[in-house]
């Protein structure tokens, strides 16, 4: 059952006046998990209930330029959110909230031990990484292939999900050997512990700073109320909830 809280006692938990009693946030694909652990904590201190919407950046960029009423945005990298800042589709300048890792992840191969040469193996036959074209995720894994030379024999075997959320369904339902994906996702208390999984070295790929900002939406019809989910992202509560879904933070 949905809770409503007095708008007096939603102002002393959060020092501000808040006039909505949900907000709409569009996601990322690899924040998935980190984001329901948020938006129960956020939600317990104020009262305010986060509605998440999970997709590639890319797709949720495209749904913010077209009118889509979110609130705030969680990108996967800082691109997105310059462009929708550029564009005057978000109010507050882009912010990094969150380093992102790329790890190895399989559930179908023996092992003992996996690693990105795995990927050239010829026991492999199908990867699944998130499509570069979309997902800053599918882009930085990519770019590992590359950096590390691997990227002629591999290239052959790829099958892209549209997010990390759809490869990392690719993974959990066998019909890949392997994958490439965001390394949050092993964090998430039903993936502990699953299959073979090893974090690509960082040399591989360039840093994945992920953004956010408040969406123009947000500002107009949750002003309050947007601003504070924001601060909560940075405050050391919504931190060390980052932190332990195994994001670095600023």
């Known amino acids: 059952m949905r809770r409503f809280f007095p708008i007096v006692v939603m102002g002393l938990l959060l020092g501000v006046s808040v006039w909505a009693q949900s907000l709409t946030v569009a996601a990322a694909a690899n924040t998935r998990y980190a984001l329901e652990a948020l938006a129960e904590a956020f939600e317990a201190k104020s009262g305010v209930r986060v509605e998440p919407v999970i997709a590639s950046s890319g797709k949720l960029t495209a749904q913010i330029e077209h009118g889509a009423p979110f609130d705030l945005f969680l990108s996967a990298d800082m691109a997105y959110p310059e462009r929708l800042y550029e564009k ?33 193996s010829r026991s492999v036959k199908r990867v699944a990484i998130p499509n570069p074209k979309s997902a800053p995720y599918g882009r930085e894994a990519l770019r590992a292939l590359k950096r590390a030379g691997l990227y002629a024999k591999v290239a052959p075997k790829l099958v892209y999900g549209e997010s990390v959320g759809q490869t990392d369904r690719y993974i959990l339902s066998g019909s890949v050997d392997v994958g490439v994906t965001a390394g949050s996702v092993l964090f998430a208390p039903n993936l502990r512990g ?57």
């Not at 109010?91 to 990927?119: F, H």
Request: proline share 9%; net charge positive.
């Open 88 to 120: 005057g589709e978000a109010a507050t300048k882009p912010k990094i909230y969150a380093y992102g890792t790329l790890v190895v992840w399989s559930l179908k191969l023996p092992g003992p031990d996996i690693a990105l040469s795995t990927l050239a």
């Open 194 to 250: 699953r299959g073979l999984h090893t974090p690509l070295d960082t040399a591989l790929y360039d840093p994945i700073a992920q953004g956010v900002v408040i969406l123009r939406h947000g500002m107009r019809r949750h002003p309050e109320a947007s601003r504070a989910f924001y601060d909560f992202l940075f405050s050391p509560q919504g931190r060390k909830i980052l932190r332990n879904y195994g994001y670095r933070v600023p």
